[in-house]
């Protein structure tokens, strides 16, 4: 009795630890929680992916997250879902910094709004999203990755899942990424927080100064 | 009739063959082909896949000679350590992080299995000692538990997996509610038809009672 008491103790424990594990000591229940609670404990350095934007221009990662601060999405340009809802928090955000303006002494806070279909988004699909939109090219950029594996490690490493769904659209664990002036991504908020994500976007540019 | 067809799948069901069975179920759910099959979904993932594993370990314990199962059985006294050990691995094995993790982590997915093989082996090992009570205080807190986590699976708003739709997610959860439910109902029926059949034997020794009373009278 005093051994099957002592493993069954051993094994409750060992359930407790692998669950602590798992769940960051109780915080997240959800691979998203934790990649969440992940990134904000430590930052995630952006790989090094060549882009082209909605104006066919060669651009790379992490040179264009640098010297600003970059409130970033993933989206595809046929989606019907839940990009409509990213399209009209951003439309928000841009209209949040256009009203304020670049603040003197403090990094710009800037928009980058990144595909992750870059076999079907090239700069002609960005272009005419980006219009749809009424994005203005100084705040808000769109990009895409047209290397397919360097689509897929940069989705790897930001932790961004995509998967089919029944009707050949996308399903995506879509959030705000915050980047630094150092080219790190630092910070993601859910959609529905786009207020915090702009606070704290502007406080880490007066910071970044 | 029934004893004789319990004897023949007996003399069937060999210990030697239903290791075989269980170390080639193990190897079919290794293999990377169906992995891909079974944890492409959410549901078949934790309702098809999690379950085989667990038979796969419940047959490979036919493989354990009788001087280790004895050697366990110091170690479980009335299969207490063996269902805590079950209760708690399914429950971790629960946490939606864990599928998401297992696709994306291999350390995770050999984890997972390796759990899952040692709680069908435990169960095997445990059931059948563990008596009413003890059976009926595990069935009582997993079963409520595993409940809880078909309804919160199925009535999330939000997706808990990343890698899985949410329609998936809906279907996962009524799967776990209808099978820890019919899980439930046949335990009360085994433990009702238990409870009867023990009623008929004290009525028939009832019926015997003066013969033993008298025996029990003597000196």
């Given at each position: ?209 | ?60 314990t036919a493989a354990l000679p009788e001087?280790a199962q004895?050697?366990i ?147």
């Amino acid at each position: 009795m005093v051994r099957t008491a002592l493993l069954s103790l051993l094994v409750a424990l060992g359930g407790y630890f692998s669950a602590a594990w798992l769940t960051h000591d109780f915080q997240v229940w959800t691979d998203e929680g934790a990649r969440r609670l992940e990134v904000a404990l430590s930052p995630v350095p952006l790989p090094a992916v060549e882009l082209r934007g909605e104006d066919a221009r060669q651009l790379a990662l992490p040179a264009i997250a640098q010297g600003q601060v970059t409130i970033a999405d993933f989206f595809y340009t046929r989606c019907q879902t839940v990009c409509l809802s990213l399209g009209s928090t951003f439309q928000q955000l841009q209209a949040a910094l256009q009203a304020d303006g670049d603040r003197p002494g403090a990094a710009p806070v800037r928009l980058l709004s990144l595909s992750f279909d870059g076999a079907h988004d090239g700069a002609p699909e960005l272009k005419a999203y980006a219009g749809k939109l009424g994005a203005d090219p100084a705040l808000w950029r769109f990009a895409s990755v047209p290397d397919r594996e360097q689509q897929q490690a940069l989705l790897a490493r930001l932790g961004v899942v995509v998967i089919p769904d029944a009707l050949g659209d996308y399903e995506h664990n879509a959030a705000l990424l915050i980047f630094d002036a150092q080219g790190r991504m630092v910070r993601i908020f859910d959609l529905a927080e786009q207020q915090l994500a702009l606070n704290y976007a502007r406080h880490l540019a007066s910071k970044a100064s | 009739m029934n004893l004789h067809w319990r004897r023949s799948l007996a003399r069937t069901l060999t210990p030697a063959r239903q290791a075989l069975a269980g170390l080639a179920i193990a190897a079919l759910l290794a293999l990377p082909a169906s992995r891909h099959l079974l944890e492409a979904s959410m549901w078949r993932h934790m309702v098809l896949q999690y379950p085989l594993w667990m038979l796969a370990g419940a047959l490979l314990t036919a493989a354990l000679p009788e001087r280790a199962q004895n050697g366990i059985a110091r170690w479980n006294a009335s299969g207490i350590s063996g269902l805590i050990l079950a209760g708690t691995a399914l429950l971790v094995l629960m946490i939606p992080r864990v599928l998401d993790l297992a696709l994306l982590h291999p350390p995770t997915e050999f984890a997972k299995s390796a759990a899952l093989l040692a709680t069908g082996s435990a169960l095997r090992l445990s059931w059948r000692r563990a008596g009413l009570v003890v059976q009926g205080f595990f069935l009582g807190n997993m079963l409520l538990m595993g409940v809880a986590i078909g309804q919160l699976y199925a009535n999330s708003p939000l997706r808990l997996c990343n890698a899985y739709l949410l329609d998936d997610q809906v279907r996962l959860g009524n799967w776990l509610t209808g099978l820890f439910t019919v899980l439930a109902v046949a335990w009360l029926v085994q433990v009702a038809w238990w409870i009867m059949r023990r009623e008929a034997d004290t009525q028939a020794m009832a019926g015997s009672a003066p013969h033993s009373s008298a025996h029990r009278a003597a000196p």
